[in-house]
């Protein structure tokens, strides 16, 4: 079973954070009008830095009411805000402290004192709150790792399994470490999914999943499947150099 996705395909990363850049700002300016909010779920890693620092710029900064934009996380590792391996850290020092975002409107996925399962169920609770029982994000930023994995659904784990949770909590063996992560059932609601994979090492597993036979246990993107909104894979030459035509 092969899935049909859009790829869109540009030359360099600087291009892929310029496009990524202008459909959120056309995204958020939509669902501020049409609902008076903006609901985003943020990626970690390296790979969303330059877009951080585009939509922090006076270029696209002022474009939309920061005011009105709820900010989530699709996964977190379990680990202080103040570690470097935070996502929300690197977040909020490439984004959130450079935008007048609402501090009461940003969730970062962990929270002292609490046990990562628990936090699970909490921002399951939060996300409710703020979005409705039936409720979908308006906007999710996603990697793609080596492996085939986006946000913490990694290979050959049971939360790839997981149909009724929004969010989710375990213990990656291989990492040492907790991990807290929206599941794919959950991401799948969203009105607009982008990917973003720039390298040569993302090619395989790029491959892989775009064009490969479905094989979600070995590369989990594939569970990205929307039930009503779009998902949009952005690549560069190099992520997309063992494509076939």
């Known amino acids: 079973m092969k899935q049909k996705k859009m790829v869109q395909q540009f030359k360099s990363s600087n291009e892929i954070f310029e496009a990524a850049a202008a459909l959120f700002v056309q995204c958020a300016k939509k669902a501020i009008a049409d609902k008076g909010q903006f609901s985003?779920?943020?990626?970690?890693?390296?790979?969303?830095?330059?877009?951080h620092h585009l939509l922090a710029s006076d270029e696209y900064r002022h474009e939309i009411d920061w005011s009105k934009v709820l900010i989530f996380w699709g996964d977190e590792r379990w680990v202080p805000l103040d570690d470097d391996l935070s996502n929300a850290k690197m977040a909020y020092e490439t984004l959130l402290d450079n935008v007048p975002v609402t501090q009461a409107?940003?969730?970062?996925?962990?929270?002292?004192?609490?046990?990562?399962?628990a936090y699970a169920a909490k921002y399951e609770a939060i996300?409710?709150?703020?979005?409705?029982?039936?409720?979908?994000?308006?906007?999710?930023?996603?990697?793609m790792g080596d492996d085939g994995h986006t946000a913490s659904l990694f290979p050959h784990t049971a939360v790839l399994h997981e149909q009724e949770k929004w969010v989710d909590a375990y213990y990656l063996e291989?990492?040492?470490?907790?991990?807290i992560t929206l599941t794919a059932p959950f991401i799948n609601r969203a009105e607009n999914i982008v990917v973003i994979s720039f390298g040569e090492k993302k090619a395989n597993a790029l491959q892989e999943v775009v064009q490969g036979v479905y094989h979600p246990e070995q590369y989990p993107t594939q569970l990205l499947k929307p039930s009503s909104g779009k998902l949009i894979f952005m690549v560069d030459e190099a992520a997309a150099k063992n494509f076939t035509q």
Request: aromatic share 10%.
């Open 174 to 179: 291989p990492q040492k470490m907790y991990r």
């Open 105 to 117: 409107h940003i969730f970062p996925m962990f929270q002292e004192g609490t046990e990562p399962k």
């Open 40 to 51: 985003v779920a943020l990626t970690g890693g390296s790979s969303p830095i330059g877009l």
């Open 127 to 143: 996300l409710k709150e703020k979005l409705g029982d039936g409720g979908a994000l308006d906007f999710i930023f996603l990697g």
